[in-house]
């Protein structure tokens, strides 16, 4: 099975950014979308296929996507950004969630 | 608005069965696959299945095929997640989502989430 390997935790400043990794062999190749979920909430899609923006997000979400790591940057973090970050991907006919990355705003 | 509402939280005991529903709304049910996605206390997201309301067609992951059902009624705009006999660790909050259209595609909207409790 395909695996998607996300970090515990990413730490950013109030105001800086934050880069949010998510692994896996020539994910590169496929597309990863990115959802938020803040505490006692349900998940919200942030970036779709790598790169794009759902209308609502705010431009400070930004994905990427090439050889074996697809990454969520967060710009100018908030307070309110504080969550559990997850990337997901379709592999062989079935949907994948990475780890999961809980970002603390300091 | 495009929608999804789940049922209620459900309290339950070990072997006894459960159907839990999500209602769409602001869109045509029939053209968009829903997928069903667990998330166990604390834990992360696991896909579970999905279903094309126009015809039934259903795929489970292979984690959850055999440990329930998934189906829907078009005329009612609802989809559903069914368990014949539960057990303690199936206590999870359940979202669904629509799949947007493409096979790798994305899930959006979600639902709020139900959670199901399954103690003795």
């Given at each position: 099975?395909?695996?998607?390997?996300?970090?515990?935790?990413?730490?950013?400043?109030?105001?800086?950014?934050?880069?949010?990794?998510?692994?896996?062999?020539?994910?590169?190749?496929?597309?990863?979308?990115?959802?938020?979920?803040?505490?006692?909430?349900?998940?919200?899609?942030?970036?779709?296929k790598d790169d794009n923006r759902p209308s609502g997000i705010p431009e400070r979400f930004s994905g990427s996507n090439?050889?074996?790591?697809?990454?969520?940057?967060?710009?100018?973090?908030?307070?309110?950004?504080?969550?559990?970050?997850?990337?997901?991907?379709?592999?062989?006919?079935?949907?994948?969630?990475?780890?999961?990355?809980?970002?603390?705003?300091? | 608005?495009?929608?999804?509402?789940?049922?209620?939280?459900?309290?339950?005991?070990?072997?006894?069965?459960?159907?839990?529903?999500?209602?769409?709304?602001?869109?045509?049910?029939?053209?968009?696959?829903?997928?069903?996605?667990?998330?166990?206390?604390?834990?992360?997201?696991?896909?579970?299945?999905?279903?094309?309301?126009?015809?039934?067609?259903?795929?489970?992951?292979?984690?959850?095929?055999?440990?329930?059902?998934?189906?829907?009624?078009?005329?009612?705009?609802?989809?559903?997640?069914?368990?014949?006999?539960?057990?303690?660790?199936?206590?999870?909050?359940?979202?669904?989502?629509?799949?947007?259209?493409?096979?790798?595609?994305?899930?959006?909207?979600?639902?709020?989430?139900?959670?199901?409790?399954?103690?003795?």
């Amino acid at each position: 099975s395909y695996d998607l390997t996300q970090p515990l935790s990413v730490s950013v400043a109030l105001g800086q950014t934050a880069s949010i990794s998510c692994g896996g062999k020539n994910i590169g190749s496929k597309n990863v979308h990115w959802y938020q979920q803040k505490p006692g909430q349900a998940p919200v899609l942030v970036t779709y296929k790598d790169d794009n923006r759902p209308s609502g997000i705010p431009e400070r979400f930004s994905g990427s996507n090439s050889g074996n790591t697809a990454t969520l940057t967060i710009s100018r973090a908030q307070a309110g950004d504080e969550a559990d970050y997850f990337c997901q991907l379709w592999d062989n006919s079935n949907y994948i969630f990475g780890t999961g990355t809980k970002v603390t705003v300091l | 608005e495009v929608q999804l509402v789940q049922s209620g939280a459900e309290v339950k005991k070990p072997g006894e069965s459960l159907k839990i529903s999500c209602k769409a709304s602001g869109y045509n049910f029939t053209s968009y696959w829903v997928v069903w996605v667990r998330q166990m206390p604390g834990k992360g997201l696991e896909w579970m299945g999905i279903i094309f309301p126009t015809d039934s067609d259903t795929r489970y992951s292979p984690s959850f095929e055999g440990q329930v059902t998934i189906s829907a009624d078009k005329s009612i705009s609802t989809a559903y997640l069914e368990w014949s006999s539960l057990k303690a660790s199936d206590t999870a909050i359940y979202y669904c989502a629509r799949k947007f259209t493409g096979y790798d595609s994305y899930f959006d909207p979600w639902g709020q989430g139900t959670l199901v409790t399954v103690s003795s």
